[in-house]
């Protein structure tokens, strides 16, 4: 991901809920700190879902002020379960990222 300093990122799930389904989902944005060298959860994002839709459910997270660097979001079950993750690296700069069009 190129982002100019002090942008935005969005991550989006969708949850299939079969009926029975109660339960809170959280978005658990993480950084790699190459100093520890582990992962450290800096934002937790809850919501929640409550089963009887055929087609789940959707939601999104924002994260503000992201840094340069490894990033994940673990998409976890309220018993702290993991039923996804989304893996970026972040690379900031000062003025957006000119995209350039060839036809091949």
């Known amino acids: 991901m190129h982002i100019t300093e002090g942008s935005s990122l969005y991550v989006f799930s969708s949850v299939f809920a079969p009926t029975d389904l109660d339960t809170r989902?959280?978005?658990?944005?993480q950084y790699f700190d190459e100093t520890l060298g582990e992962w450290t959860s800096v934002t937790k994002v809850d919501f929640y879902i409550l089963?009887?839709?055929?087609?789940?459910?959707r939601g999104f997270s924002v994260k503000e002020n992201v840094s340069g660097g490894k990033?994940?979001?673990?998409?976890?079950?309220?018993?702290g379960q993991i039923i996804g993750r989304i893996r970026f690296n972040v690379v900031t700069g000062s003025s957006p990222v000119v995209l350039e069009n060839?036809?091949?």
Do not use: A, F, Q, S
């Open 25 to 29: 989902i959280t978005h658990d944005w």
């Open 51 to 57: 089963g009887g839709r055929g087609e789940g459910y």
């Open 71 to 79: 990033w994940r979001v673990d998409v976890k079950t309220d018993r």
């Open 102 to 104: 060839k036809t091949l």
